[in-house]
C-alpha cells in the first residue's frame, strides 16, 4: 500500500504571451478594434474584458491538466459539463499487475494528521480494502467486480481540458472556504500553476 499527496501537471507548453494575444484578437472582432493591437495592448484588453464580465471571449483558449488526486474529489470536479475529462478506470486497471506494484495507492487526506487516532482509523481501512480487493482478485474476480470494495480514497488519474471561462468558474467555487477540504487543496495548487504562467486571466480570482 503507497499513500501519496495530490499533484498536478499542466499538459503541453503553456505560451502565455499568445494565448493573450489570441484572446485579444478574438475580443476585438466584438468591436472591430483590431486596429488598436499593439505589442502590449494584449493584457489591457483582457483586463477590461474580463472587469466588464464579458468572459465569453475567454472561452477561446483552453488548458489541459492531469491531476492525480483521490476519486472523491474527481465525483466533485465532474460536475463542472463545460469540459473533457478522460481518467484512469477501476474497471480495467488490475491494481495486482507488474505495473502497479501489485498494491494499490491511496492519498492522504490533507485534514487527517499522522498519529492521531482518526489518521490510524483511516490507514487501517485502506488496509483493509487493499486486502480485500487483492483478495478478491486471486479468488477469479475481474478488476470490474474487484472495484467494489474501493474507497474514495483511491488514488486516480484524470486529464482535465477546460476553456478559460469555465477554468475561472471552477476557481471561484472550489477554491472557497466552503469548498471540501481535499478539493480545494487541489483547486489552489493549480490556480498558482495558472497565475504563475499566465496571471492575466486569473489573478483576480480571490482564493
Known amino acids: 500500500m503507497k499513500i501519496i499527496p495530490p499533484s498536478y501537471e499542466i499538459m503541453g507548453n ?52 492531469r491531476v492525480i488526486c483521490d476519486r472523491g474529489v474527481t465525483h466533485e470536479i465532474v460536475r463542472h459539463r463545460m469540459a473533457s475529462y478522460s481518467q484512469e478506470s477501476t474497471r480495467y486497471c488490475n491494481y495486482s499487475k507488474d505495473k502497479f506494484g501489485g498494491e494499490l495507492a491511496f492519498i492522504k487526506p490533507c485534514y487527517l494528521q499522522e498519529g492521531t487516532q482518526t489518521y490510524r482509523i483511516w490507514a487501517e481501512a485502506m488496509e483493509n480494502a487493499e486486502r480485500s480487493y487483492l483478495a478478491m482478485l486471486a479468488a477469479g474476480a475481474k478488476a470490474e467486480e474487484a472495484r467494489a470494495v474501493l474507497p474514495n480514497s483511491l488514488k486516480t488519474e484524470l486529464v482535465i481540458t477546460m476553456n478559460i471561462r469555465e477554468w475561472r468558474h471552477f476557481f471561484r467555487l472550489r477554491t472557497a472556504e466552503r469548498a471540501h ?27
Open 14 to 65: 503553456i505560451d502565455g504571451g499568445q494565448m493573450l494575444r489570441n484572446i485579444e484578437l478574438c475580443g476585438r472582432v466584438c468591436y472591430k478594434s483590431e486596429d488598436r493591437i499593439t505589442d502590449d495592448s494584449a493584457a489591457k484588453f483582457i483586463a477590461m474584458i474580463r472587469k466588464s464580465g464579458h468572459e465569453s471571449v475567454l472561452e477561446h483558449e483552453k488548458i489541459t491538466v
Open 181 to 207: 477540504p481535499q478539493m480545494r487543496e487541489l483547486a489552489l495548487m493549480i490556480l498558482d500553476g495558472f497565475r504563475a504562467q499566465i496571471p492575466v486571466l486569473f489573478d483576480d480570482i480571490e482564493a
